[in-house]
């Protein structure tokens, strides 16, 4: 459709009229609403660059039941192997913020089951 569309524009722009500049107009708007949006949540630029880091770190601690001091030791080890230090301190904040914020709903991306995930909160809530 798109390169039909094209084509037909190259041939006669004009029988088009202003329907792409209402298009062009309307995906602007689309744009400035999403970063108005994207502003007023508070976007953090630290928790999507390592996304997949923290997304594996928490699996691994799910999956090795690593609680208390064993988590964090762990946690400690993994972030100086793989964050550059200046991103350090936020990412295991963010780390942290994550496994206290941890439920069935949050799975999505980490590669656990509902029941490997209540099997660490059992053993966490027990300590």
């Not at 744009?31 to 508070?42: E, K, L, P």
Request: aromatic share 12%.
């Amino acid at each position: 459709m798109f390169f039909k569309l094209a084509v037909f524009n190259q041939i006669r722009p004009k029988l088009l009229g202003k329907w792409p500049y209402f298009y062009f107009y309307s995906y602007m708007r689309t744009c400035a609403a999403y970063d108005s949006t994207a502003q007023a949540i508070g976007f953090d630029a630290l928790r999507v660059r390592y996304r997949q880091q923290r997304r594996n770190l928490i699996r691994e601690l799910i999956l090795n039941h690593n609680i208390g001091e064993k988590l964090n030791q762990y946690i400690q080890t993994e972030t100086a192997k793989q964050i550059p230090q200046a991103d350090q301190l936020a990412f295991i904040e963010d780390v942290q913020e994550d496994l206290e914020q941890i439920e069935e709903s949050r799975l999505a991306g980490l590669g656990i089951d509902p029941d490997q995930l209540n099997k660490w909160l059992q053993k966490r809530d027990m300590k």
